[in-house]
């Protein structure tokens, strides 16, 4: 293993774990699926970044999903699972109007406040990953939390950011 690789790997562990974990929900263990994405990146033979981290990560859950799909049903795993983790932190109604105004977003700006809120990347690693400067990714963060603000009911629109926060499926944090 290089010096490249074990100095990404203590840097962003964490971030693995988290990004797999919501993303993967009670379909594998997000420690598990962290150490095939380590794996997979010393196999590699291009650059080691958060680009390529990002692009190896989709590759691991659709595999990790792909092998769910061949013993569970899909849909059971979506719907089921994370609702019963999540509802401690939110009400079921509040849960349910919360992920049917994220599930309203475009995919862009779904991936954007899921980079910032659930896998807790700084704005200089968003702009790493997503080929932006900072500047550009604060503006972008701002307009999807403002358009998810105004998908959302009153009482909810007052503090999107935490809403957000609360819909974070798992339990690892970065």
């Given amino acids: 293993m290089t010096n490249q690789l074990e100095s990404f790997i203590d840097k ?17 263990d997000p420690e598990q699926l962290a150490d095939e994405v380590f794996r997979r990146l010393a196999n590699s033979t291009r ?11 989709e590759d691991v859950i659709d595999f990790a999903y792909r092998q769910q799909l061949d013993s569970n049903s899909l ?3 979506l719907f ?10 939110q009400s079921p109604s509040e849960l349910a109007t919360s992920r049917k105004a994220l599930a309203r977003l475009s995919d862009r700006n ?22 932006r400067d900072t500047r ?21 629109a007052v503090d999107p950011a935490a809403v957000m926060r ?5 339990n690892h944090r970065r």
């Fill in 75 to 77: 849909i059971l795993g």
């Fill in 136 to 156: 550009t990714q604060r503006q972008r963060i701002d307009r999807a939390l403002s358009e998810f603000a105004s998908r959302l009911p009153a009482e909810l």
């Fill in 110 to 131: 779904t991936r954007l406040l899921q980079q910032f809120f659930w896998d807790e990347l700084s704005l200089a690693e968003m702009a790493e990953v997503n080929g």
């Fill in 166 to 170: 609360r819909l974070h499926p798992g």
């Fill in 47 to 57: 650059t080691i970044n958060l680009r390529l981290f990002y692009s190896v990560v």
């Fill in 12 to 28: 962003y562990r964490s971030l693995a774990v988290v990004t797999c974990e919501w993303r993967a929900f009670e379909v594998a």
């Fill in 80 to 89: 089921k699972a994370p609702l019963e983790a999540m509802t401690a932190q």
